[in-house]
Every structure is written in structure tokens, then in C-alpha cells.
């Protein structure tokens, strides 16, 4: 479960814990400053979850207009969606709006890979750079595709998974 804090930009009130939505209403409604005065802005942070979410959180930059949005995202999507965001937001410069929940429509290639020698093998094996026998696989070289791949391929490390990506 997610918990996340709400803290007021006013200085001379408390702010508070809350997991959803409703508490969250509730405990905003009931927040006074010490002159009494309602408190109307937070600032929304990131306390307990998971690694992934806590990224995610981030990436997006969650505030007060649109917490809702990524409370219920946490809860309906898969973790490739979320590493998609990650990266797209992130890494590739798109903005993203979380209101229209559309997070397959980035146009960027991700691989759960350790590292780009990785996808060079990989590459290889699946016979982008032509067909190449295996009897001559073992004399190319590997770290020399893996540079080459570095000019358009970039990696990224998501809650302790190793990704590498290229934003088209």
C-alpha cells in the first residue's frame, strides 16, 4: 500500500499521512493553521511503497491536482506500463498527462537487459545485423556492437532492474 504525506505550503500548520483518496478529503478538510484559517495547498510526498512507484512518482512529478490519478495508476497497471513512463517522461523528454491514461503510446524501445553487450548478443541472435553463422558468431566482436549500440541506446537502472532503452 502506498502512503504518501500532504504538507502545507503554510508553515504554521501540520500536514498528514493519508493512502486514498477519501482520507486524504477528509484529513484536507479538517487541516486548520494555528490562526485557525483553513490550509488549501500541499505539497504531496512520496513515503512508503514499493521502489517501482516511488520511481514513478518522481518521474511524473505528483502534486496536489493530480495525486488521484496516480494513486488509482498504482493500483490498475502492469509494471511495464510504469517503467514505460518512467522512461518516456524521464529519460526521453515526453510529457505525459495522467488524466488521459495512455501509457502505450510512447514510441520508444525498451529491453530488460543488464547491459548493452547484452543486447548486442541479443541482436545478433535475432538476425538484425544479417545472417550470421555460428560458427563465426565467437570471432565478432561483441564490445565493438555494443559501442555502436551506445550511440543510439542508453541504459537505465528501475527499482534495482537493469533496462535498456532507445527513445525513437
Known amino acids: 500500500?502506498?502512503?504518501?504525506?500532504?504538507?502545507?505550503?503554510?508553515?504554521?500548520?501540520?500536514?498528514?499521512?493519508?493512502?486514498?483518496?477519501e482520507e486524504y478529503q477528509i484529513k484536507?478538510?479538517?487541516?486548520?493553521?494555528?490562526?485557525?484559517?483553513?490550509?488549501?495547498?500541499?505539497?504531496?510526498?512520496?513515503?512508503?511503497?514499493n521502489d517501482l512507484d516511488c520511481e514513478y512518482f518522481n518521474a511524473l512529478g505528483v502534486h496536489?491536482?493530480?495525486?488521484?490519478?496516480?494513486?488509482?495508476?498504482?493500483?490498475?497497471?502492469?509494471?511495464?506500463?510504469?517503467?514505460?513512463?518512467?522512461?518516456?517522461?524521464?529519460?526521453?523528454?515526453?510529457?505525459?498527462?495522467?488524466?488521459?491514461?495512455?501509457?502505450?503510446?510512447?514510441?520508444?524501445?525498451?529491453?530488460?537487459?543488464d547491459n548493452m553487450k547484452e543486447l548486442a548478443y541479443e541482436f545478433v541472435e535475432q538476425g538484425l545485423f544479417g545472417e550470421i553463422?555460428?560458427?563465426?558468431q565467437c570471432y565478432l566482436d561483441f564490445d565493438a556492437i555494443a559501442c555502436d549500440l551506445s550511440i543510439d541506446y542508453s541504459e537505465i537502472s528501475i527499482a534495482g532492474k537493469n533496462f535498456v532503452y532507445r527513445c525513437c
Open 64 to 113: 496536489q491536482g493530480n495525486f488521484h490519478d496516480f494513486l488509482d495508476t498504482c493500483d490498475e497497471w502492469e509494471e511495464y506500463q510504469k517503467i514505460t513512463v518512467i522512461i518516456a517522461v524521464g529519460e526521453c523528454g515526453y510529457h505525459f498527462d495522467l488524466a488521459a491514461y495512455e501509457p502505450d503510446n510512447f514510441e520508444i524501445d525498451i529491453y530488460k537487459m
Open 133 to 136: 553463422p555460428e560458427r563465426i
Open 1 to 21: 500500500m502506498i502512503q504518501l504525506f500532504a504538507q502545507p505550503y503554510d508553515i504554521s500548520a501540520n500536514g498528514f499521512f493519508f493512502q486514498t483518496v
Open 28 to 49: 484536507r478538510n479538517q487541516c486548520t493553521n494555528d490562526y485557525g484559517q483553513a490550509v488549501e495547498e500541499f505539497e504531496i510526498q512520496f513515503i512508503d511503497g
